[in-house]
């Protein structure tokens, strides 16, 4: 099956600043990159996602960008605030027929106000 | 739409006893996912169904474990006999299709087993 690995595991950081979260994964016919964030007690909830003929993806403060030739994808959050503390996963998989699909452990995100 | 349904939220019940977990997708959607989570283990994909189709168990632990999708708005997960090492919360999302696609996560149902 897939590996799939976050860094940090944990992350703190103050407000209005960034934060980035990497994850590589070793599978590669991957080609759908999902980041999801999922706040104390709730569900899990996608933020944004990319597909593997994009190299990168922004909406508002969230970005995400994606190295094939490496296998790894990463979340980036600017002016960060406390509503963004929760935990962050990333779900590489592949498509329909072979579907491999796994989370990654998490990283979790403590902004500091 | 009221998004993905599960029931109960909470479960709590004695070792050896069957656990019965369901889910109602969002309709129209084509594939759903059952999911456990655990401190020790995080988010763990335990079987998919496309089309009320299972396509993928691999992620099932044991025979104790069983999931059905009868119909395209209804499916359960059992555990029979339940452990304690089960307690976990267990998530069940639906999509669109497999690929390419936004998971909706129902709210979980946190089962305890003693």
Redesign the interface.
Known sequence: ?ENVEQHPSTLSVQEGDSAVIKCTYSDSAS??F?WYKQELG?????II?I?SNVGEKKDQRIAVTLNKTAKHFSLHITETQPEDSAVY?CAPHS??GS?Q??????TKLSVIP | DAGVIQSPRHEVTEMGQEVTLRCKPISGHNSLFWYRQTMMRGLELLIYFNNNVPIDDSGMPEDRFSAKMPNASFSTLKIQPSEPRDSAVYFCASSLTDTYNEQFFGPGTRLTVL
């Open positions: 099956g080609n759908y999902p709730k569900r899990p909830q996608l996602d597909r996963f498509g329909a579907y699909l796994t989370f990654g452990k998490g």
